[in-house]
């Protein structure tokens, strides 16, 4: 006799499988018009969240956004036909906030790192950028290595939440990290000697270095890494990582990206914009 | 009835307010991962027991207010006299103390002590954070104490003269002990503020628990597991001192 529960089973399976069909049509057909790329064109508006680094994004005199990051996320607004709005945000809570959906997208100098990327996707990278260190001329007198910043009596400020903070976790595990909110408080702080040096993306320390030379200075020729930068965005959007991602790619191809980088960061160009 | 009313209304509203929360929880497009957070707290290597970061941190904010408290309260007291003092001079700086403190926001006043005045004196980020704690916090004790010395009746001060107390003496052993029985529940809600307050020092890189939680988010993004976390741990401590207190004002009331 052959086993009722099997044919049921199987009669059932066979029942379901128009169902099944349906719904897998209907999950690419949904992710599209919940992709955020729908919603942006809906809205005739793209909401960038980003956060203060010179010179990715700064204030100028009138009080416009202006940097590299503003330059790239206007030109991508441009593109798609729709209005840029920009929403600073603390660097710290940047990620929770994008997860939140107070913005559509990161474009603020985001280094690509694994512990960031398993809460949030990444675009493929339309930016590399370094690590670099500022150093105090007293206090740091004679430092010339990364070894010599990675004892016991060094103090270093860093920006929280920002890739300073894990390479100089990485770099100098002996030195004790000192992390402020803002920039501005971690410069302030080498400035009155309290700290050895101040890690942060290039160019940055160059340029504060080259603002008080007599106190200060670059103890290191070279960045000491090299990390991607990429556009951030929530997890399970595939549309939104395609669009960027050949957005990026023909912005690579155009040499659009280089031009940029060229006049934000080679050039000294934009100070009158901001002084 | 009324008391079936007022069960009725309590109930109703922990009911909407345990919805809003799952609601909340719920429709958050955000990944829990709860299980993450034990480790921070206390896990243990081979058999011995190791302080989290964050226990490390409730350390930290304990002793900062610890230390804190007993300034306020000896800067609120110093203060109050000096308000109700017969000098001039002194009432008025006692004033000006307290009025600008009162009027102006504690992380500003953290941000000038540690980045205008502490250079110049060579303090510590720690001894900076105490200091600006401990006058904002003095300040408002201040106030309670003053009040609480002008509430004890005229008589008590002319009965302590009549019988020769020396000034001191009335103030030690009569003027005081009544004005902490008075004030004592102000004063632990002041406590109670000043724990809460410690976390603005983790603006100036100072280690405490509200620092711990910000760093191990920016290095874990368990953005909202870590801070319910960091916000029960200050609950336990505010809630522990409230207790202690409460046990004091019933040991006061029995005295009396």
Known sequence: MFNMKKVLTAVGLILLMPLALCLAGETGDRLSKESVIEKIQKDKVIRVGMSTFVPWAMKDKQGKLVGFEIDVARQLAKDMGVDVEFVPTAWSGIIPALMTGKFDVIIGGMGITAERNL????????????????????????FSTLDDFNTDAVNIAVRMGTTAEQAARKFFPHASLRLFENESQALQELNLGRVHAVVSSAPMPVFHALKYPDKLFVPLEENFT?????????????????????????????????????????????????? | MKHKKNILAVSVFTAVLILAVVIGYKNLSYNWQWYRVAPYFFSFENGRFVAGVLLQGVWITFKISAISLVLAL??????????????????????????????????????????????????????????????????????????????????QFEAAQSIGLPVFATYYKVVVPQMLRQTLPMLAGQS??????????????????????????????????????????????????????????TRMRFVS
């Open chain 1, 119 to 142: 809460k949030v996707n990444f675009t493929t990278p339309y930016d590399y950028s370094g690590m670099s260190m500022v150093a105090h001329r007293k206090k740091a007198e004679g």
């Open chain 1, 226 to 275: 090299k990390e991607p930068i990429g556009f951030a965005i929530r997890k399970g959007d595939p549309d939104a990582v395609n669009f960027f991602n050949n957005w990026i790619i023909n912005q690579h191809a155009s040499g659009f990206l280089k031009e940029k980088k060229a006049f934000w960061f080679e050039s000294r160009d934009w100070e009158d914009l901001v002084k």
């Open chain 2, 74 to 155: 000896v800067t609120g007291m110093v203060s109050a006299f000096a308000r109700l003092s017969p000098y001039v001079s002194l009432r008025v700086l006692a004033w000006c103390y307290v009025e600008t403190i009162r009027n102006t926001p504690l992380l500003i006043q953290i941000f000038v002590i540690y980045f205008v005045i502490s250079p110049v004196l060579d303090l510590s980020a720690f001894t900076s954070a105490v200091i600006a704690l401990s006058l904002f916090e003095g300040a408002y004790s201040s106030e309670i104490i003053r009040s609480g010395i002008i509430n004890i009746p005229k008589g």
């Open chain 2, 192 to 249: 109670v503020s000043l724990i809460k307050d410690s976390a603005l020092v983790s603006t100036i890189s100072i280690y405490d628990l509200t620092m711990q939680g910000q760093k191990i988010v920016s290095e874990t993004f368990l953005t909202f597991e870590i801070w319910f976390a960091v916000a029960l741990c200050y609950l336990s401590i505010t809630a522990t001192l409230s207790f202690i207190i409460r046990r004091i004002e």
